[in-house]
């Protein structure tokens, strides 16, 4: 008898240890663990300069063709218009899919050019592998964030720094992976970044889904708890790559610090599922309080009931389509208001649209051109290779505290303040002029201040832009307009990195090789040394900053009264109603078991 009772009793502790493993791997906290491993690896675009040199001297390329390459980067990561039109209609792991296949076939073609193991591509050739490459960062992104956005909407503002923050650290998590096993064989990482985050993302895309109406007041207290362990890591990081840079590592020591990097980083797995088990509690309790409502309706109902919640989730119902056609053509310059949901030509129409745009194109067209092109800046000013190395690697933490700063500060910032988010984008835009212009004027050491400032500048404009789309344009088609908004970076670094700073570049270094009676052979890369190669053009990037800060407070002064009032009250209403729904159709399943 008693031993009956002990197998009954293994039995039902292995059904309820099986239930709960189920029910953590199909639970909105583990899709929120998935998408943090997914864009940790998702960062290859902020790598550029890491091999920007292997391409220049490989192929023999000057600074302006150099630069067109990192303009079609930019584009090709920017330019995710039809995945967001994708992601509309389909469940997150099709552009996820997508984004993998773009990742490997773009990065694996760069790499056998470089490695000379297919004959020497044209330009043009190596701007669309690139570009392919890059454009699956469009992809990971729409269908990570955007799920991630609609599936807490009340905390948007963190979800997108957390996550953009671990984008922005991918850059350092790849490198370290790459010092372990390839050392400093650059041409090896560009193998890493096409064949890794490909494999990442397949491994987790089946949990990417939209989990609708299950967030809970409290939901701000888990991603804090996820905000600390990502400090954790970049502390750790920062840590790391200093002692890299100031001792020689052995291939031993790598795998060491490698391990205890990988270890970090999943180290949000703990708090999944410490809030699994108290959803699992409150569950238990409900049922309990339950026991005694009224009677079942048969099965089949039930099941039907859920079979259309689950196909809810996962496509749009006919209505809204409809209606998304009617809008979208009859009532385009009659948009709703602020922070309802705008269609996508109502968005893209709108002054405010215009004005963030173009802010924009001034922030993140000057910040990327540092972002391109650090390593070229430095070996100009003359800093030794070792700190250029560093500055390079320790970008990505920059970038990191940007968009961790911004989705967080700024979140407590509007919540308790009411402070208009686009303020916080103008300050942005300000803070970054004086990074500009450390570099323009070659202040002694001063590129270790301006990787900082641009660094931070830089990761802190994507959340901003993306929150600030999604409060005011709603969240209906987040995906596309998501991907709207995001243009703005490729015009900008045209503009900037190309015709600015390379043709200026080129010039200077022609110049120089005139003076000295050299003559420039074919397929030889051009070098320019001293200040004079990127200080007209930081001093005009300076300029277009400080015009993007003056715009965006045009954006400050319409949307002031929209932030005063409380922007996420219709997101907390609807998700208790959801939740109230949710609790009854899961009492009715119980009894209907029972």
């Given at each position: 008898?008693?031993?009956?009772?002990?197998?009954?009793?293994?039995g039902?502790s292995?059904?309820?240890?099986?239930?709960?493993?189920?029910?953590?791997?199909?639970?909105?906290?583990?899709m929120?663990?998935?998408?943090?491993?997914?864009?940790?690896f998702?960062?290859?675009?902020?790598m550029f300069?890491?091999?920007s040199?292997?391409?220049?001297?490989?192929?023999g390329?000057?600074?302006?063709?150099?630069?067109?390459?990192?303009?079609?980067?930019?584009?090709?990561?920017?330019?995710?218009?039809?995945?967001?039109?994708?992601?509309?209609?389909?469940?997150?792991?099709?552009?996820?899919?997508?984004?993998?296949?773009?990742?490997?076939?773009?990065y694996?073609?760069i790499?056998?050019?470089?490695?000379?193991?297919?004959?020497?591509?044209?330009?043009?050739?190596?701007?669309?592998?690139i570009?392919i490459?890059?454009?699956?960062?469009c992809?990971?992104?729409?269908?990570?964030?955007?799920?991630?956005?609609?599936?807490?909407?009340?905390?948007?503002?963190?979800?997108?720094?957390?996550l953009?923050g671990?984008?922005?650290?991918?850059?350092?998590?790849?490198?370290?992976?790459?010092?372990?096993?390839?050392?400093?064989?650059?041409?090896?990482?560009?193998?890493?970044?096409?064949?890794?985050?490909t494999?990442?993302?397949?491994?987790?895309l089946p949990?990417?889904?939209h989990?609708?109406?299950?967030?809970?007041?409290?939901?701000?207290?888990?991603?804090?708890?996820?905000?600390?362990t990502?400090?954790?890591?970049?502390?750790?990081?920062?840590?790391?790559?200093?002692?890299?840079?100031?001792?020689?590592?052995?291939?031993?020591?790598?795998y060491?610090?490698?391990?205890?990097?990988?270890?970090?980083?999943?180290?949000?797995?703990?708090?999944?599922?410490?809030?699994?088990?108290k959803?699992?509690?409150?569950?238990?309790?409900?049922?309990i309080?339950?026991?005694?409502?009224?009677d079942?309706?048969?099965?089949?109902?039930?099941?039907?009931?859920?079979?259309?919640?689950?196909?809810?989730?996962?496509?749009?119902?006919?209505?809204p389509?409809?209606?998304?056609?009617?809008?979208?053509?009859?009532?385009?310059f009659?948009?709703?208001?602020r922070?309802?949901?705008?269609?996508?030509?109502?968005?893209i129409?709108?002054?405010?649209?215009?004005?963030?745009?173009?802010?924009?194109?001034?922030?993140?067209?000057?910040?990327?051109?540092v972002?391109?092109?650090?390593s070229?800046?430095?070996?100009?000013?003359?800093y030794?290779?070792?700190?250029?190395?560093?500055?390079v690697?320790?970008?990505?933490i920059?970038i990191?505290?940007?968009?961790?700063?911004?989705?967080?500060?700024?979140?407590?910032?509007?919540?308790?303040?009411?402070?208009?988010?686009?303020l916080?984008?103008?300050?942005?835009?300000?803070?970054?002029?004086v990074?500009?212009?450390?570099?323009?004027?070659?202040?002694?050491?001063?590129?270790?201040?301006?990787?900082?400032?641009?660094?931070?500048c830089f990761?802190?404009?994507?959340?901003l832009l993306?929150s600030?789309?999604?409060?005011i344009f709603?969240l209906?088609?987040?995906?596309t307009l998501?991907?709207?908004?995001?243009?703005?970076?490729?015009?900008?670094?045209?503009l900037?990195?190309?015709?600015?700073a390379?043709?200026?570049?080129?010039?200077?270094?022609?110049?120089?090789?005139?003076?000295?009676?050299?003559?420039?052979?074919?397929?030889?890369?051009?070098?320019?040394?001293g200040?004079?190669?990127?200080?007209?053009a930081?001093?005009?990037?300076?300029?277009?900053?400080?015009?993007?800060?003056?715009v965006?407070?045009?954006?400050?002064l319409?949307?002031?009264?929209?932030?005063?009032?409380?922007?996420?009250?219709?997101?907390?209403?609807e998700a208790r109603n959801?939740?109230?729904?949710?609790?009854?159709?899961?009492?009715?399943?119980?009894?209907?078991?029972?």
């Amino acid at each position: 008898m008693a031993s009956s009772k002990q197998h009954e009793h293994v039995g039902t502790s292995w059904k309820n240890s099986k239930g709960f493993t189920f029910q953590v791997l199909t639970g909105r906290w583990f899709m929120v663990f998935s998408s943090f491993m997914i864009m940790s690896f998702s960062g290859a675009s902020y790598m550029f300069s890491l091999y920007s040199r292997e391409i220049k001297s490989v192929l023999g390329y000057d600074q302006s063709t150099l630069n067109l390459l990192s303009f079609f980067k930019d584009l090709g990561s920017n330019i995710g218009i039809i995945s967001g039109l994708i992601n509309e209609v389909t469940p997150p792991c099709v552009v996820l899919t997508i984004g993998g296949v773009l990742n490997f076939f773009g990065y694996f073609m760069i790499w056998l050019a470089v490695t000379r193991k297919i004959a020497k591509p044209q330009v043009w050739n190596m701007c669309l592998y690139i570009f392919i490459g890059a454009n699956s960062h469009c992809s990971t992104n729409t269908g990570v964030i955007v799920t991630s956005v609609k599936n807490f909407p009340g905390t948007r503002g963190i979800v997108i720094g957390l996550l953009s923050g671990y984008l922005g650290l991918s850059a350092a998590i790849i490198t370290q992976i790459y010092y372990a096993f390839y050392r400093n064989d650059s041409k090896s990482l560009i193998l890493l970044m096409a064949w890794l985050p490909t494999a990442v993302t397949f491994v987790f895309l089946p949990v990417i889904r939209h989990h609708k109406g299950v967030q809970q007041p409290n939901d701000s207290n888990a991603f804090y708890n996820f905000l600390y362990t990502t400090l954790v890591l970049t502390g750790f990081l920062l840590v790391v790559i200093i002692v890299q840079k100031s001792f020689t590592f052995t291939k031993t020591e790598y795998y060491v610090t490698t391990t205890l990097m990988l270890l970090l980083l999943t180290l949000p797995l703990a708090i999944v599922l410490v809030e699994e088990q108290k959803i699992l509690k409150r569950k238990q309790e409900h049922n309990i309080n339950s026991e005694d409502n009224e009677d079942p309706p048969k099965p089949l109902k039930i099941t039907t009931e859920m079979s259309c919640v689950e196909k809810s989730a996962q496509s749009p119902q006919p209505g809204p389509t409809s209606q998304k056609q009617v809008s979208c053509w009859k009532n385009i310059f009659s948009p709703p208001s602020r922070g309802e949901d705008y269609t996508i030509l109502q968005a893209i129409f709108s002054l405010d649209m215009v004005i963030l745009f173009l802010a924009t194109i001034c922030g993140l067209g000057g910040n990327l051109t540092v972002v391109n092109n650090l390593s070229q800046i430095g070996t100009s000013l003359g800093y030794p290779t070792n700190s250029i190395t560093t500055f390079v690697s320790l970008m990505a933490i920059w970038i990191y505290l940007g968009k961790i700063a911004q989705g967080v500060v700024s979140e407590i910032i509007i919540a308790k303040y009411k402070v208009p988010r686009p303020l916080i984008l103008t300050l942005i835009l300000v803070l970054s002029c004086v990074g500009h212009l450390l570099i323009a004027f070659n202040v002694p050491n001063g590129l270790y201040a301006a990787s900082i400032i641009i660094g931070f500048c830089f990761g802190a404009n994507w959340p901003l832009l993306f929150s600030i789309i999604s409060e005011i344009f709603g969240l209906k088609f987040y995906s596309t307009l998501y991907n709207v908004g995001s243009v703005a970076s490729p015009i900008g670094s045209y503009l900037f990195s190309v015709r600015v700073a390379g043709y200026l570049y080129d010039k200077e270094a022609r110049r120089q090789m005139e003076a000295l009676g050299l003559k420039r052979k074919s397929g030889e890369e051009l070098n320019c040394n001293g200040t004079e190669c990127y200080k007209m053009a930081f001093i005009i990037i300076t300029a277009f900053s400080l015009f993007g800060a003056l715009v965006s407070l045009i954006l400050v002064l319409r949307t002031r009264e929209f932030y005063k009032g409380d922007i996420y009250k219709k997101f907390r209403e609807e998700a208790r109603n959801a939740e109230g729904e949710m609790g009854v159709t899961q009492n009715k399943i119980g009894q209907a078991e029972g």
